[in-house]
């Protein structure tokens, strides 16, 4: 346990989890790659993410070691942010709603890509092969 | 470091720490205060993805493609988001070995833990080499500026340098913090001090790794 000698855990472990965080960050590029949409990109995205960092906070930050002290003074502070998280996005929502509603900005707007944009301007770049 | 012996465990022992004037944390100072300087970091990152979340959603014109935009082509058809996968990959190997720098300066065994630290240096570094490559791609053939860009909301351009900007900005005090610590690892400054240090910088290394797995699923996946 945490105590004079610091923390020393088996080898064994880190390397396992080094596997684990690489598996699920090709898993998260997966996603984009495979180009998977809508709801399902987010739940498998942020599932992903919070696996990763919880594996990097627990494993190599040691933190599932430590003494609930210190534990509960790393974690508790970062969770009231949720509240801020909510706050936000329920006024993002409101203001956007507003833009749309009387400012008469268009709702139907598309991104441009790279592709299209290079492709009007002919050829860009040199040795860019958009 | 703990002499007041630490006896619970759990939520007894969390009432034992905070029961009476002694120490709270039984953990080396340093490590402690590295801790909460984490903490508060969390927090200003945190406050740059809840800003990028603000802009995002008030943005009435449309968000730019990443995973169109990060492309790299090598040669054949452009392969979505691929340096920034890289990049992802890079950050991680550099989190285990800096892992099993702690690991090895624990058991006191300074010349693996030299090159370990060295390692996830030069990994660092060369992270912060493909974020300039990345940045000058975007300015100089993209044409995304902090306010404004080709594609569509021109808050993609602010919250992209801000954002990898603050973190290329911790890789690169990183690198140096970790190389300050690797040569007084070797010059045997730490042999009657202990180790810690080498586990308060990987604290500090992760941490930026963390950073990074946020801002890879929400800046560059969503």
Not at chain 1, 85 to 94: D, H, N, T, V
Not at chain 2, 31 to 36: C, E, L, Y
Not at chain 2, 75 to 89: R, V
Request: hydrophobic residues 50%.
């Amino acid at each position: 346990m945490a105590s004079a000698e610091g923390q020393q855990h088996p080898l064994g472990i880190y390397y396992k989890i080094w596997i684990l965080l690489f598996v699920l960050s090709g898993f998260s590029y997966a996603v984009d790659y495979l180009d998977v949409q809508g709801a399902l990109r987010w739940t498998l995205v942020i599932i992903f993410m919070f696996l990763k960092a919880g594996f990097i906070v627990a494993i190599f930050m040691h933190a599932v070691w430590e003494r609930m002290a210190l534990v509960l003074t790393i974690l508790g502070p970062p969770t009231v942010l949720l509240i801020l998280i909510g706050f936000m996005s329920i006024e993002g929502s409101y203001t956007e709603g507003l833009r749309f509603d009387y400012m008469g900005h268009d709702r139907n707007a598309v991104a441009l890509t790279p592709a299209e944009l290079h492709g009007e301007e002919g050829d860009h770049g040199g040795e860019e092969e958009h | 470091m703990s002499e007041a012996t630490a006896s619970h465990e759990g939520i007894t022992g969390l009432v034992d720490d905070w029961a009476a004037d002694k120490q709270a944390y039984h953990v080396p100072w340093g490590k402690a205060m590295m801790w909460i300087f984490l903490v508060s970091d969390t927090f200003i990152f945190s406050c740059f993805l809840v800003g990028y979340l603000n802009v995002r959603i008030t943005t009435t014109q449309p968000w730019p493609p990443q995973s169109e935009i990060f492309a790299l082509s090598f040669g054949g058809d452009p392969i979505p988001l691929i340096l920034i996968a890289i990049m992802t990959f890079i950050l991680i190997t550099s989190s285990g070995t800096m892992a099993l720098a702690v690991n090895f300066g624990y058991r006191k065994d300074k010349v693996k833990t030299f090159w370990l630290i060295c390692a996830t240096a030069a990994f660092g570094a060369s992270f912060v080499g493909m974020q300039a490559f990345e940045w000058t791609k975007l300015i100089v053939d993209e044409g995304v500026r902090p306010w404004g860009n080709p594609f569509g909301a021109p808050q993609f351009g602010s919250v992209f340098f801000m954002v990898t900007g603050f973190h290329g900005l911790h890789v690169s005090a990183g690198v140096i913090y970790l190389m300050w610590v690797a040569l007084r690892v070797k010059r045997g400054y730490y042999d009657d001090k202990g180790f810690e240090i080498v586990e308060i910088a990987g604290l500090y290394w992760h941490f930026v790794d963390l950073v990074w797995v946020f801002i890879f699923a929400f800046f560059y996946l969503l």
